[in-house]
Each structure stands twice: as C-alpha cells, then as structure tokens.
C-alpha cells in the first residue's frame, strides 16, 4: 500500500492518468470513509462480502469519481497476497465492464487507469489478466441477452416501453440487449458473479447515477431476482453516503414498497 500523495510514482500516475478529470475543490480521496463503507457492508450482509468493493467502485464511478477506485483498491488489497489480489482485481474489473454501457466509457477509464497503476508499481501478479469473452458477438449472445434481460425485468412492469424502444430505437435497444446484456453481464455471470450480484451492481450503479426513475425499476429487479429486503438497504445506505461524499446527493427510496410491488407482481 502506498500513499499516492506522497509516493513518487503513484503521484505522478495520478496526476497524468487518474485524476485529470477531478474538479478544482472536489473531495479528496478518503481512506477511512471508504475502508469503512466496505467493512461495514460485509459486517451488516454477509452475502456481500465477496464483492463489496466492486459495489463500491460502482457507485464511484456513477458519482463522476471513478478517481478514487484505484487508491480504494491498493487499500482494499494492502494485506492480500497475490492470488486474493487478483481475484478482487477481476471482481472489480468485471464490474466496471458491465456498468460502463450505464455511465459511459470515458467515467469509467480513470477507475481502469488507476488499477492499472497499482498492478505497475505492485506487480503484474496482483492483477488478472484472465480473458473472459470472445472477441466477437454471436448469436449465442442474442440468446442469452434475451434470456437475461426477460429473467432481469420479469414483474417490472416495463414491457410497454420496451416494446417501443424497440420500434422507434431498434438499434440501441438492440445493442443493449445483446451486447450489455448477452456479452457483457450473461459471461460475468458464468465466470466471477451470481445473477443476483452482477444485477445488484448494475442497480448500484443507477442508483447513485441519479436516475430516479431507473433506480425504482431496477430496485425491484434487483429483490426479484433473490436480493433482500436488508441487503439492498444496505448498499442504497452506502451509495446514499457516497453520492453525499460527492456533492450529488440522490433521492430517497421506499425499498420495502417495492418488495412488495414485486412480489405481488411475480405473483400474477
């Protein structure tokens, strides 16, 4: 581990590759607040011990400071040998693969940018280099994006306007089925999360976007795929903190409202 503001070759990594992005006043990276987000999720949910880090690192990056992931991850991982590294590596990785077509590529690259720079001063061998995905699309990803994405929004109540994304933006609604949903989340998926933990990433994600609208829908995706009650609280309380921390607050949510709308929902 190393303090990236007085260690010479983080500080200059971050100053040219991390940081550029980062407005004039914007908090500061903060070791203690986000060592503490990360303990006290896997303290409240056991479930999401595994991955808290990459919930983390979502909501960062939603929040426009993508900055920060990559101090967060040379704190996270100060004490792991080199295997556990590369497996948080590839966790965290995996999750700004799949949120990237929600924020956009260039609020994700100082995240990369900053893993990266750790691997460097570190050692290649505390990152993965694992290759998931073949290097083009197929038919097979039509079929599992479609899969996914029906078994992601079954009781949302979102077939409507789907229908007509589909008329009137055939293309992107096209691409987002196959291409987010069939090659990017269906293979994380089979190879580092459970469907209920890529999605709740992705719900992350929304959720300190400040898309209120989408938060409502993929929070009741979220518990209806197998999230519960508390363990979304949870991680709404943790993106709550971290929007806060970022100067863009987000809305209030009724997740016990919304557990029952989609239950009653996937009763029907």
């Known amino acids: 581990m190393a303090d990236w503001n007085t260690d010479e070759f983080m500080s200059q990594w971050d100053k040219k590759y991390v940081s550029t992005n980062v407005k004039t006043g914007a ?22 011990q595994c991955y808290s880090y990459a919930l983390i690192a ?16 040379d704190h996270v991982t100060s004490t792991s ?30 995240a990369c940018y ?33 899969q996914l994405r029906a078994r992601i929004y079954q009781g949302v109540g979102n077939s409507e306007i789907f229908d007509l ?8 609604f096209t691409c987002s089925t196959v291409v987010t949903w069939g090659y990017l989340v269906a293979k994380a998926n089979e190879e580092v999360f459970q469907t209920k933990e890529s999605h709740l990433i992705i719900a992350t994600a929304i959720m300190a976007l400040g898309a209120t609208r989408q938060t409502k829908s993929h929070i ?27 100067d863009r607050p987000i809305a209030t949510f009724d997740v ?9 929902a996937l009763k029907a």
């Open 256 to 264: 016990d409202g919304f557990a029952k709308e989609i239950q009653a």
């Open 58 to 73: 979502a909501a960062c990056c939603a929040v426009g400071r993508a900055d920060v992931v990559g101090p967060f991850f």
């Open 165 to 172: 994304m589909n008329v009137y933006f055939t293309d992107l």
């Open 220 to 246: 009741k995706a979220t518990l209806g795929i197998g999230n519960s009650v508390e363990c979304v609280k949870a991680v709404l309380q943790a993106v709550t903190e971290i929007a806060a921390w970022a």
């Open 114 to 146: 900053g893993m990266i720079g750790v691997t460097q001063r570190k050692g290649h061998e505390f990152a993965s280099t694992k290759v998931l995905r073949k290097n083009t699309v197929d038919e097979d990803d039509v079929r599992k994006g479609k």
């Open 27 to 48: 908090q500061q990276y903060n070791k203690e607040f986000f060592l503490g987000l990360n303990s006290r999720l896997c303290s409240l949910r056991p479930e999401l």
């Open 81 to 110: 040998t080199p295997q556990e590294s590369e497996l948080i590596f590839l966790r965290v990785r995996e999750a700004i693969t799949i949120i990237f077509p929600y924020l956009g590529l260039p609020t994700c690259i100082p």
